[in-house]
């Protein structure tokens, strides 16, 4: 999907170009995590001040529409906020979906929302967002808010309508949510577990997360035939961590710098899944703030429950770096191992650490299948992680790597089977 990233800047705005390089380094992230195979077109453009139809200027808007037909663009991501009429009008006149940074987030939102509860907290996000930018001078609604005398003419009439109608739907979907609420616990329990440690691979957008799936699952998948597998989303994949040793490796929506505050709790159910891991990767990247971002992604983690989920700290792109010394005294107190998710370096060191926190709750155990009960070892073949079988003549000796409560379920199994 070839995507057009608009970057704007404000031209009176003396200390705007600083970021740049970050700023677009992060769309391009966050255009990956919505559609993997992107590759893009760049724009820098210098503006005075927004376009109440259009944002930039209509010149600039035919100038941007050529390059979009010759170089076959589908998308066009802005970093500013678009309101819906600037957004229509440039879908319009473009002939191309049209996204703004938020716009873009609900969308990765949306795709990667799995439980009721997520998917209706992104829709109540999306209204939210929706309601913030109904306007129709190009002026947002918080700042129309508290504006006084200028009531009046079919205009504002049709915008209070639309946003009575949004105002609606928002309070039942809150009446929704909070009815799932309180069934979750039931929902929970349902969940159907796959009988591999699940390692979630979370951090800020643009630390190297996709990445690091991809080296590692490139590395070290094995392209089994297994029907465990075939259900596992896209984010996830199987890896070898040791001889005979597999987990789940599941990349998660990035944590994003500013954030605007109304997406935050559809931000938090899209993570909902990192409650059930059985580890917690967290990727730093070494050429970011580091020390902020722990911060918001600690506090994110609590607020998720997962806090108490065996955690293992991660800093990436020690390529880029000069002096990886310093940082490692500077975080010796995290247990810090450190990668380059992209050129492959480190992961003999992530391994064992990973080995080392899993085998806390995964254990080897043995178990005896006596005349051969071909049925039921197939039964335990398809559901728990077998890692060696041996045939003997009164019994199968099945070695597998599990849970105690796997194992529990395993031993249930085996007596209630028929002889
Ligand atoms: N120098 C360097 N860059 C990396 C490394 N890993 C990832 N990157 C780059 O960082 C950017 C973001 O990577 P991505 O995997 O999309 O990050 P995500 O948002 O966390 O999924 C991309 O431009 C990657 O090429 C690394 O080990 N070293
Ligand atoms: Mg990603």
């Known amino acids: 999907m070839r995507t057009l990233v608009i970057i704007i800047k404000n031209r009176k705005n003396k200390n705007e170009n600083s970021g740049y390089e970050h700023e677009i380094s992060e769309i391009k992230s966050l255009i990956k995590t919505y559609s993997p195979y992107s590759d893009f077109y760049e724009i820098l453009l210098r503006i005075d001040s927004p376009n109440p139809s259009l944002y930039i200027g209509s010149g600039k808007v035919q100038d941007l529409k050529q390059i979009i037909i010759e170089n076959k663009i589908v998308l066009a991501v802005l970093n500013i906020t678009l309101n819906q009429t600037q957004q229509r009008n440039l879908r319009e006149i473009w002939g191309i979906d ?59 009439r049709k915008i209070e309508y639309e946003r009575r109608v949004l105002r609606d739907r928002i309070s039942i979907l809150n009446s929704k949510i909070e009815t799932i609420k309180k069934t979750r616990e039931i929902q929970r329990k ?110 994110t983690l609590k607020e998720l429950t997962a806090d108490n989920i065996p955690l293992i700290n991660v800093f990436n792109k020690m390529d880029a770096v000069k002096n990886i010394n310093r940082f490692k005294v500077t975080f010796s107190n995290l247990n810090p191992v450190f990668i380059s998710a992209r050129e492959k370096i480190g992961f003999e060191d992530l391994f064992k650490t990973i080995d080392l926190e899993l085998s806390k709750k995964w254990k080897e155990r043995i178990i005896e299948i006596s005349n051969n009960n071909f049925n039921l070892i197939n039964e335990i073949k398809k559901d728990y992680f077998v890692i060696e079988e041996r045939y003997y003549k009164e019994a199968a000796i099945i070695k597998v790597k599990v849970t105690d409560e796997n194992y529990d379920k395993i031993t249930d199994l085996i007596k209630t089977s028929p002889k």
């Open 98 to 156: 049209v996204m703004d940074k938020t716009f873009l987030i609900l969308e990765i939102f949306n795709q990667r929302a799995k439980s009721q509860e997520g998917k209706l907290q992104v829709e109540l996000a999306r209204l939210r967002y929706e309601l913030s930018r109904i306007s129709h001078k190009g002026i947002s609604f918080d700042q129309q808010y508290g504006v006084k005398g200028i009531r009046g003419g079919s205009g504002e």
């Open 190 to 299: 349902k969940r159907k577990r796959i009988p591999l440690p699940i390692i979630s691979i979370v951090g800020y957008t643009n630390a190297g997360k996709s990445t690091l799936l991809n080296s590692l699952s490139k590395k070290n998948d094995i392209y089994a035939d297994n029907m465990l597998f075939s259900t596992l989303d896209p984010t996830s994949r199987r890896v070898m961590i040791k001889k005979g040793v597999f987990a789940i490796f599941t990349d998660t929506v990035g944590f994003i710098n500013n954030l605007p505050t109304l997406l935050i709790s559809a931000f938090s159910a899209t993570l909902e899944e990192i409650k059930y891991s059985d580890l917690i990767i967290h990727l730093h990247d070494l050429t970011s703030d580091i020390e902020k971002n722990n911060i918001v992604v600690k506090k």
